[in-house]
Structure formats: C-alpha cells, structure tokens
T-cell receptor, first 113, second 111 residues
Framework: ETGVTQTPRHLVMGMTNKKSLKCEQHLGHNAMYWYKQSAKKPLELMFVYNFKEQTENNSVPSRFSPECPNSSHLFLHLHTLQPEDSALYLCASSQGTGVDTQYFGPGTRLTVL | GQQLNQSPQSMFIQEGEDVSMNCTSS?????WLWYKQDPGEGPVLLIA?????ELTSNGRLTAQFGITRKDSFLNISASIPSDVGIYFCAGQRSGNTPLVFGKGTRLSVIA
C-alpha cells in the first residue's frame, strides 16, 4: 500500500465509449501525475497537477482529458480512444513538483477494442 | 528528449546470486531513483539518491549515484524469489523538471 489508490483496476472499452479513471492519494501531497506505461517502453509522463493547477501537458492527444478537483483526487476522462491507447495508466503523487519522491498507485489496465 | 539507457534488459539468475544493473545518460541528473514493479502493480520506490558519489543501502539493495552524475547502479545481494520483477531507474535534472525513466530491467530468479 503506497497511499495512492486507482479505480478501476481493469477497464475494457470500445472506441466510441466514454469512461473515466480515478486516482486518490491519502498522503497529503500537493502534486499528482498521470503516466502511461506501454510494453517495452519507458514510462511516459502525460499530465502534472500542482495545487490543482495543470503544470505539464506532455503533448497528450485531446481524447485524454484530465481533471483535478482538489489535491487528493485526479481523474482521466477518456473518449474516442484508439486501440494503441491500450496500456497501463499509472497515477502518482508527490509532496511538490520539485525534488520530491513520487509514489505510484497500482494502475488501471486499459484495453481499447 | 532525454533518455536513460538501462541495462541489462533482462536477467535470469539463480537464487542466492548477486545482481547488478545500471542506468546511463548523456545528460547530467541531480537525482537518481530506483523503483521496483511487481506484476499488476505500480512501481514502488526502493532507493533515492541526491548527491554525486552517494552510496545508499536498503536491506540487500545498494545503489550508487555515479561521480559524473550521468549514471547510477543498483546491486542486489543474495537474491531471493521475491526479488522477481521489473526494476526501473529514474532521473531528474533539477527541481520542477519531470522524472525521466529507463525501460526497466526484468529480473527472474530461479530457485
């Protein structure tokens, strides 16, 4: 248990569906992150939020839409995804966005049919 | 963009053997981190290094921050079956810059 939870753990969706991934951290951190992990590739940073404000969007397609209503919760809204978007989506949090250790959730395994 | 070269990509070792893996970069990093990821889980932090030359241990694990600040090493002594997993290095150039991850070293331990 790292103090970061993610739901659902597994998700299968069609290309026309709309779904959302949820992340919650119980560590009192101020920064939250979305990463994409595909097979045989390094973790790819998608978005960074610090004190609920988005500070990084790593050229992510608009079919991925993040939302951070407060410092403890982070969502990733998905719509009209492509099969190549199938991957493990990891959420992480840290005290700040400086030299602070990031703690990861267990991830959501997404399959797009 | 920045890349970390992590090697080896995979290792098969006998239980009880020592393991070494490393991460190199063409750029200088001010922080090096080592994570382990079990199947179906997210990465868990093992060791964090903040100073060039620093050598830090966590149980049977020892990691070093290279003197040039362009590399880091992780050693596992007397491996056991639960050491199985994927080990990732990550580097950060400075505060407020994103972590850069290696592709991981997949470790298999044969009992």
């Amino acid at each position: 248990e790292t103090g970061v939870t993610q739901t659902p753990r597994h998700l299968v969706m069609g290309m026309t569906n709309k779904k959302s991934l949820k992340c919650e951290q119980h560590l009192g951190h101020n920064a939250m992150y979305w990463y994409k992990q595909s097979a045989k590739k390094p973790l790819e940073l998608m978005f960074v939020y610090n004190f609920k404000e988005q500070t990084e969007n790593n050229s992510v397609p608009s079919r991925f839409s993040p939302e951070c209503p407060n410092s403890s919760h982070l969502f990733l809204h998905l719509h009209t995804l492509q099969p190549e978007d199938s991957a493990l989506y990891l959420c992480a949090s840290s005290q700040g966005t400086g030299v602070d250790t990031q703690y990861f959730g267990p991830g959501t395994r997404l399959t797009v049919l | 963009g920045q890349q970390l070269n992590q090697s080896p990509q995979s290792m098969f070792i006998q239980e009880g053997e020592d393991v070494s893996m490393n991460c190199t970069s063409s750029s200088i990093f001010n922080t090096w981190l080592w994570y382990k990821q079990d199947p179906g889980e997210g990465p868990v932090l093992l060791i964090a290094l903040y100073k060039a030359g620093e050598l830090t241990s966590n149980g049977r694990l020892t990691a070093q921050f290279g003197i040039t600040r362009k590399d880091s090493f992780l050693n596992i002594s007397a491996s056991i079956p639960s050491d199985v997993g994927i080990y990732f290095c990550a580097g950060q150039r400075s505060g407020n810059t994103p972590l850069v991850f290696g592709k991981g070293t997949r470790l298999s331990v044969i009992a």
